[in-house]
């Protein structure tokens, strides 16, 4: 599996944005990037995902790299509710999607400071 | 966006008795469902994928005889801790995609927290 690198902590002040970095020098061509968060005792929940282009939805903003060797998870604004731990995932697009598995590496602990 | 749930969220059992974990996909129907393992402070490790109307597939080094993974229909998973031990004290996390869906998304559980005495 393509392995992920994310710095092991951030902290960010509430209400501004937050730039989660993500190393994937080895991806594939055919490699999704894929975030998710997961809130203290809690599973984890999508975030966002994308193959080349940037990507926007409610949650967060993705901005992946020319080269695809790296992304950028953006919360554009964050709140006490965003401290989470970030992981971001590479998942092989050419898998059949019912059976394929996500591999989860340590992720970043995002702090949010009030 | 879909639900995934996980009964029971806690539990508490002596040391050499049995847990079952239950996964339910509430409004939507799951061909597969994947089971991981958190300990505290780490990652989830995928113990295992689970495939409705057949066998588990495991990770290397999760014992299937100690981890019993039944998926008897499209809404239900179940993980059964045999012959618990304090080591096998952790968060137990299920995962679930639509039917079909190509979105990518994965829907988790709110995980199930097993503490042996």
């Known amino acids: 599996d393509a392995k992920t690198t994310q710095p092991n902590s951030m902290e960010s002040n509430e209400e501004e944005p937050v730039h989660l970095p993500c190393n994937h020098s080895t991806i594939s061509g055919t490699d999704y990037i894929h975030w998710y968060r997961q809130l203290p005792s809690q599973g984890p929940e999508y975030v966002i995902h994308?193959?080349?282009s940037n990507v926007n939805n409610r949650m967060a903003s993705l901005a992946i790299a020319e080269d695809r060797k790296s992304s950028t998870l953006i919360l554009h604004r964050a709140t006490l509710r965003d401290a989470a731990v970030y992981y971001c995932?590479?998942?092989?697009?050419?898998?059949?999607?019912?059976?394929?598995?996500?591999?989860f590496g340590t992720g970043t602990r995002l702090t949010i400071i009030p | 966006g879909a639900v995934v749930s996980q009964h029971p969220s806690r539990v508490i059992c002596k040391s050499g008795t049995s847990v079952k974990i239950e996964c339910r996909s509430l409004?939507?129907?799951?061909?597969?469902m994947f089971w991981y393992r958190q300990f505290p402070k780490q990652s989830l490790m995928l113990m295992a994928t689970?495939?409705?109307?057949?066998?588990?597939?495991?990770e290397q080094g999760v014992e299937k005889d100690k981890f019993l993974i039944n998926h008897a229909s499209l809404t239900l998973s179940t993980l059964t801790v045999t012959s618990a031990h304090p080591e096998d004290s952790s968060f137990y996390i299920c995962?679930?995609?639509?039917?079909?869906?190509?979105?990518?998304?994965?829907?988790f559980g709110e995980g199930s927290r097993l503490t042996v005495l």
């Open positions: 995932i590479l998942r092989d697009g050419r898998s059949n999607f019912g059976n394929e598995k996500l591999t």
């Open positions: 409004d939507f129907q799951a061909t597969t």
């Open positions: 994308g193959l080349t």
């Open positions: 995962s679930a995609r639509l039917a079909g869906g190509n979105t990518g998304e994965l829907f």
């Open positions: 689970s495939n409705e109307g057949s066998k588990a597939t495991y």
